[in-house]
DNA sequence: AGCTTAACCTGAGAGC
DNA sequence: TGCTCTCAGGTTAAGC
């Protein structure tokens, strides 16, 4: 479910509320959602209460909680939360019930006129919370770099599961030429370039189709036959439709998309292109003409396009 | 090596 | 009412 966007209010809700509190204790109710954590909910309880919760970071859809100890040292370990398709973040006072999916509670320390539990709720337990261990990389960008450079070059500290992650669109070490140099060394079609995290990411399925309808671009068209200045309008569509995204609080369709105090984003009604097959096309209605939006599959799911300003390649 | 598909899950809505 | 089928914002592991 969530994208970009969503996962970016996420962290900044979960900055608001937690930053600066110290983890007291934490129950896992569900073992699948710590499945990706070694040595399961027996150490993911046993390591985190005493910890201070020190930033809150993200990369494309994954973020991650820095962690300091006592001494508000920085451990070399982070505690990375993936929303999946129907993952949560909550904050609630204690003496909420619990709700239907109710994964993970960590209880923080007490602050004032805020609530006390960090809760992670996931329908389809696609997402979840893990223990990872932090890691240098240089990315893309290529040779190692000195530690006073860093930052300025681009390098990173990431948790080691999402050091394969491309930084995403709004990163501003985020390289357009390294992004299409992999678009002319595949065979894919151009939406598939997109929805690959490791080549961009934070980018999925509602964003793509606005960024390949903003561009104009068929999802199928080979990604190395797009050309230089397609390819920039492309990765601006990108950054713009986000950026609006965020403004917006996400997009939400339903309750499994909400910020950490429980509201729905409202970028939906934004939307020129994903969910919106059997209406017309925004952009030729305004030049006057009729085109009526489809739902066709695309990489076993569903694409939606402009069948007149998205035409389909020659040949495909 | 690169690309495609199936699998991981629960729930909502459509059609019969 | 209830059954079956399809679909849903993502990622990964296994297959060709």
């Not at 809700?13 to 959602?33: P, Q």
């Not at 985190?48 to 930033?55: A, E, S, V, Y």
């Not at 960090?118 to 223990?131: A, E, S, T, V």
């Not at 399925?205 to 390949?212: G, P, Q």
């Amino acid at each position: 479910m969530p994208e970009l966007p969503e996962v970016e209010v996420v962290r900044s809700g979960i900055v608001s509320h937690a930053l600066g509190r110290v983890i007291e204790s934490v129950s896992v109710l569900d073992e699948r959602s710590v499945r990706r954590s070694d040595g399961g909910s027996a150490r993911f309880e046993a390591l985190l209460p005493g910890l201070k919760i020190m930033d809150v970071a993200r990369r494309g859809k994954y973020l991650w909680l820095l962690l300091g100890d006592s001494a508000g040292q920085l451990l070399d370990e982070a505690l990375v939360v993936h929303l999946g398709m129907s993952g949560q973040v909550l904050f609630k006072t204690a003496d909420f019930p619990p709700e239907k999916h109710l994964k993970i509670v960590l209880e923080l320390g007490a602050a004032q006129e805020s609530a006390t539990q960090l809760r992670f709720i996931d329908q389809r337990i696609f997402g979840g919370m893990y223990i990872d261990t932090l890691v240098e990389t240089t990315d893309s960008a290529g040779a190692s770099v000195a530690a006073a450079s860093r930052s300025e070059l681009g390098a990173a500290v990431l948790p080691s599961s999402v050091a394969h992650i491309a930084r995403d669109p709004l990163d501003p070490h985020f390289d357009v030429a390294a992004f299409r140099k992999k678009m002319l060394r595949t065979s894919s079609g151009i939406k598939r370039l997109l929805l690959d995290q490791s080549v961009i990411s934070g980018v999925g399925n509602i964003y793509a189709d606005e960024a390949l309808w903003q561009a104009k671009l068929h999802y199928a068209k080979p990604a190395r036959s797009v050309s230089a200045a397609p390819t920039r309008d492309l990765i601006l569509a990108v950054q713009r439709v986000m950026e609006a995204a965020l403004e917006a609080g996400g997009t939400s369709f339903d309750y499994l998309y909400v910020n950490v105090n429980g509201q729905s984003g409202y970028f939906d009604r934004s939307l020129n292109a994903y969910g919106q097959a059997g209406k017309p096309c925004k952009r030729c209605l305004a030049n006057g003409i009729s085109s009526i939006m489809v739902r066709e599959p695309f990489m076993g799911r569903s694409s939606y396009r402009c069948p007149r300003c998205q035409r389909k390649p020659r040949g495909l």
